[in-house]
C-alpha cells in the first residue's frame, strides 16, 4: 500500500480527463487562437467576477503576475509571514519582479485586518519603501489548509481602497474554501483586484492556473507572461483538463476534507497532542511531532508506505486529494500514530 499525502498535486489525470485533452480543440495561444484556453480564461474570469483571465502554466507564475500588476520594481507587498509568495517561490517577486516584501504575523495564516493596518506604509514620501499592495491566501497553505474568514477579507479589501492599495488573492485552494464555507468564489474574488487560482492542485489537472483581474491588467500581464519565456502555443490541451476539472472535480473536494478529518482522528487517537481534528478545516493536517525530529518520523511512514511532508523541524504535513480515499487516510493516520506514540528512547 502506497498512501501518497506529500501533497494534492500528486494527483494523476482521470481516464476521463485524458479523453477531455485529446478531444480538445486547439490553436496557437500567443495569436490568441486556442478556443480551449480561451474558455477557460472566460470561465474563470466570469466565476469570479472579473473582466478576463490569463491562462498560467503555475500558481507561482500566476501569483508573480499578479502581484506584478499591483507593484512597481521598488514598491513593496505585504503578506502574512508563512505565505506561499514569501516562502515557496523562490523569491520570484523581488528577484523577477524587482520589488520588496514585509510580513505581519498571523495564527495558522489566518489574516486579522488590524496587524494589516498596523504595518502598511502608502506613500511612504522619499524616506521609507512604499507599500503598493497587500496580498492574501485562502485557503492557507502552511496554515493548515485554513479558511480566511470573510469578514476580514472584506475588511482588508476595504482596508486597501482606503489607502489605493491594490489586493492581490493567492487562490491556489480558493476551491476548497468554497467548498468547505459554501461561500461563493464571486464574493471573494470580487473583494481584490487579481486572484490567482490552481487546477493542479485539488482539482487533479497535470498543469496550470489562471490569473483574473480587469481587462488592461490581464493584456499586461500577457506580454509580461511572454517576456518570461512563458507564452505557450496549442496549451488547450491543458486547458482542457482545467475545463474537465471544473465540471467533475470542484463539488467532490468536500470528500477530501472529510478525509483529511479522518486522517487527523486516526494520528490523536494515539497522540492527541499531535493534531486537533476540529482544527482540520479543508485537506490539509499539520502534524506537530512534539519532542521527535519530524524527518525520521516521515522516513519511518515512508517505509510502511505512507508519504507526508517534512514542513519544520517539529511538523509534518499531509493533504488528502483525488487519488486517497477515506479508509486509506484512516490506515495512513493509523500509522503516523503509532510512530509517534512510541517512546523516543527504548528504556
Ligand atoms: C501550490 C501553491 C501555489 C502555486 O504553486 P505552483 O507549484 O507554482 O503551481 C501558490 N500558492 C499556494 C498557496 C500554493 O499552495
Known amino acids: 500500500m502506497i498512501v501518497d499525502l506529500r501533497s494534492d498535486t500528486v494527483t494523476r489525470p482521470t481516464e476521463a480527463m485524458r479523453q477531455a485533452m485529446i478531444m ?38 500566476a501569483n508573480l503576475l499578479g502581484v506584478r ?24 517577486h523581488g528577484a523577477l519582479g524587482g520589488l520588496t516584501m514585509r510580513t505581519f504575523p498571523s495564527d495558522r495564516g489566518r489574516i486579522d485586518v ?12 522619499p524616506y521609507l519603501v512604499s507599500t503598493a499592495a497587500v496580498a492574501v491566501e485562502n485557503t492557507h497553505n502552511f496554515g493548515g489548509g485554513t479558511v480566511q474568514s470573510l469578514d ?25 474554501a468554497h467548498v468547505a464555507t459554501g461561500t461563493p468564489l464571486i464574493d471573494y474574488g470580487r473583494l481584490c483586484d487579481t486572484v490567482s487560482v490552481c487546477f493542479s492542485k485539488g482539482l487533479g489537472a497535470p498543469v496550470g492556473s489562471v490569473l ?38 470542484v463539488d467532490r473536494l468536500a470528500d477530501d476534507h472529510a478525509a483529511a478529518r479522518t486522517f487527523a482522528e486516526a494520528v490523536a487517537e494515539n497522540v492527541p497532542e499531535a493534531v486537533d481534528p476540529d482544527a482540520v478545516e479543508t485537506n490539509i493536517v499539520i502534524i506537530d511531532t512534539g519532542d521527535r525530529p519530524a524527518g525520521p518520523i516521515a522516513a519511518a511512514a515512508a517505509a510502511q508506505g505512507v508519504r507526508v511532508s517534512v514542513l519544520g523541524a517539529r511538523m509534518l504535513r499531509a493533504v488528502t486529494h ?8 484512516a490506515a495512513a493516520g493509523k ?4 510512530l509517534l506514540a512510541v517512546p523516543t528512547s527504548a528504556p
Open 212 to 249: 483574473v483581474a480587469d481587462a488592461d491588467r490581464i493584456e499586461r500581464a500577457r506580454v509580461l507572461r511572454k517576456r518570461l519565456g512563458a507564452g505557450w502555443r496549442q496549451a488547450g490541451v491543458l486547458a482542457a483538463a482545467a475545463l474537465h476539472a471544473l465540471d467533475h472535480h
Open 24 to 61: 480538445a480543440e486547439v490553436g496557437d495561444d500567443v495569436y490568441g487562437e486556442d478556443p480551449s484556453v480561451i474558455a477557460l480564461e472566460r470561465r474563470v474570469a466570469e466565476l469570479l467576477g472579473h473582466q478576463a483571465g490569463l491562462f498560467c502554466a503555475t500558481g507561482s507564475l
Open 114 to 125: 488590524a496587524e494589516v493596518a498596523k504595518i502598511i506604509s502608502p506613500s511612504a514620501g
Open 335 to 338: 500509522i503516523i500514530g503509532t
Open 69 to 92: 500588476l499591483l507593484v512597481e520594481p521598488g514598491q513593496e507587498v505585504v503578506c502574512d509571514v508563512e505565505a506561499h509568495i514569501a516562502r515557496a517561490e523562490m523569491g520570484a
Open 322 to 329: 483525488l487519488d486517497v480515499d477515506a479508509a486509506s487516510c
Open 152 to 176: 476580514q477579507l472584506q475588511a482588508v479589501s476595504e482596508l486597501c481602497r482606503d489607502h489605493g492599495l491594490g489586493l492581490h488573492l493567492d487562490g491556489a485552494r480558493l476551491w476548497n
